[in-house]
């Protein structure tokens, strides 16, 4: 996630090189014909008209991608949330059978550590899963060695991972380690977890409508290429046709800057700069679930690098 409120130029141009050199292309080739052939020309209603519409074109697509981008937002936010919640029931319903005559305080402590590191296992793994990400190594220090190995073998991790979480429930129900209904409140807040992992997985799994982006691109491209067209007669009448390049690669950018925000937001997934902070918030889950734990080691908290949060 941007951070920073300036950009960099060059960077920007990186985005939209392709862009501006069709129309630095189309910008010079109107310029040379209608030195060559003056009837080389179109009228400026064309380009007026056809940059309304695309505007209007953009500016829909764009409110569907920041939807998208703002869902996956809330979403996380709703784990990060979440999380908090399953790791204070673990804790406090663990903690409170304390007085009966079957406590384990050794058995209970290491079950309170072994679920909030699946807790957080399971955040890590979400982001892997979502970004297409294969440092699985990372999960191995928060997961049990035989629960480790099972979630190598499988194709949808973090689902593993939720279901070790149940079973592990069930054993402590079994042990009496939990009691009476505490799994109730437990498993709501698995379901909750499942359903803000289904809705990612359905952001990364269902693209924005291809119309939209495949339509976008060549109204642009098609207008890009006429819009030197439509200006360079006028120019020329005012004895500076040359401007028609500087004036029409500051006009296609405009347009091409905007069509480009909607296309790297409709993705938030993939790991680029632009994408949800999927490595902050669980850098955040994983400091604020280990300091409920009692653990003073905590992660360094991350920091936006250069002005980019990952």
């Known amino acids: 996630m941007i951070i920073k ?24 080739a109107a310029f040379l014909l209608h030195r060559w052939e003056p009837l080389v020309a179109l009228p400026f209603s064309i380009a007026a008209t056809l940059g309304g519409a695309l505007a209007i074109f953009i500016g829909f697509r764009n409110n569907s991608a920041y939807g998208r981008w703002w869902e996956a937002r809330t979403l996380w936010g709703g784990i990060v949330n979440s999380t908090r919640v399953l790791a ?30 699946k807790v957080i296992a399971w955040v890590h793994a979400l982001r892997l ?30 689902n593993v991972v939720m279901q070790q979480l149940g079973r592990r429930i069930y054993q402590a129900m079994a042990d009496g380690t939990l009691g009476g209904f505490d799994s109730f409140q437990m498993e709501g807040q698995l379901l909750a977890l499942a359903n803000y ?11 924005l409508l291809r119309q939209y982006h495949f339509f976008t691109r060549l109204f642009l491209q098609v207008f890009m290429v006429l819009l030197p067209f439509s200006l360079v007669a006028d120019l020329e009448k005012m004895g500076i046709g040359w401007v028609v390049i500087p004036v029409a ?4 950018f405009v347009f091409a800057v905007i069509g480009k925000v909607g296309e790297v937001n409709e993705d938030p997934f993939e790991g680029r700069i632009t994408d949800v902070p999927l490595s902050a918030m669980c850098n955040t889950i994983e400091r604020d679930l280990r300091e409920l734990l009692g653990e003073t080691q905590l992660p360094a908290k991350l920091q936006p690098v250069d002005g980019y949060l990952d």
Request: hydrophobic residues 40%.
């Open 5 to 28: 409120r300036r950009f960099s130029p060059l960077k920007v141009l990186r985005y939209v090189r392709a862009e501006m050199l069709l129309a630095l292309a189309a910008a010079v």
């Open 88 to 117: 204070r029931l673990i804790i406090t319903f663990t903690d409170s059978h304390s007085h009966q005559a079957n406590y384990d305080r050794a058995r209970s402590e290491a079950f309170k550590r072994e679920m909030v590191h």
């Open 129 to 158: 899963h979502l970004r297409g990400q294969q440092t699985w190594t990372e999960l191995a220090p928060l997961l049990p060695a035989t629960d480790y190995d099972e979630v190598l073998k499988a194709n949808n991790k973090p």
């Open 197 to 207: 992992q289904g809705g990612c997985e359905r952001i990364k799994n269902t693209p």
């Open 249 to 252: 690669l500051v006009i296609s």
